[in-house]
Every structure is written in C-alpha cells, then in structure tokens.
Nanobody, 114 residues
C-alpha cells in the first residue's frame, strides 16, 4: 500500500484544517491506520488511530481538537483539526498502526503561525 497525505497548509492560530490520506491497494479496510506527527527536531509520534470497525483513539494533547475518521469505500482517512496551535506545526503522516517502514509517504506540512 502506498499512502499519500494532503491538506497541509499555513494557518493562523485558532484555525482549522482537514488532512486527507489516500491509500492504494485493496487491503486498507482491514487494518488499523493512524496519523503520525513529526514536530521540528522530534521523532515521529502516533497522534490518532482508527480500527477497521471505526473505533478511534487520540493522543491526549489533541483529543479535544482533532478527529480521525475513515471512508473505506474511498480508501481514504481524514484528520479534522480545529483550534490549531503553533505547537501543532510539523509534518503529518499516515501509516498502519503499528507503522511499517516501507509505507511511509512524503507527509504533509502543517504550519500554524500568525
């Protein structure tokens, strides 16, 4: 499976973005997938994940602001981000959970700045 992320942008603090992750291949629906974030100078961390049944889990730091969802018919996953903060600036990736090295995409850059 090849993951392709999109939707990143420059946004002001308090703004919103929707990130999208599209997946090639026909096995996307049967796996738990998630969004990862790499903050400047930091390692890549799991931010949120969603199971094949639609059960979700979000990192506490973003739980009240970010929402993960998936559309299996379109093999697409989303991350709706609200009330963005400068500390959310980073590169956002999608991958399986647990991640697989061969499936990392290019990521999408999110910059929160006034």
């Amino acid at each position: 499976v090849q993951f392709v992320e999109s939707g990143g942008d420059l946004v002001q603090p308090g703004g919103s973005l929707r990130l999208s992750c599209t997946a090639s291949g026909d096995t996307f629906q049967t796996f738990t997938v998630g969004w990862y974030r790499q903050l400047p100078g930091k390692q890549r961390d799991l931010l949120a994940h969603i199971t094949p049944l639609g059960l979700t889990s979000h990192r506490q730091a973003v739980r009240d602001r970010f929402t993960i969802s998936r559309d299996d018919a379109k093999t697409t996953m989303f991350l709706d981000m609200n009330n963005l903060k400068p500390d959310d600036t980073g590169v956002y990736y999608c991958n399986y959970v647990p991640s697989r090295a061969e499936n990392w995409g290019q990521g999408t850059q999110v910059t929160v700045s006034s």
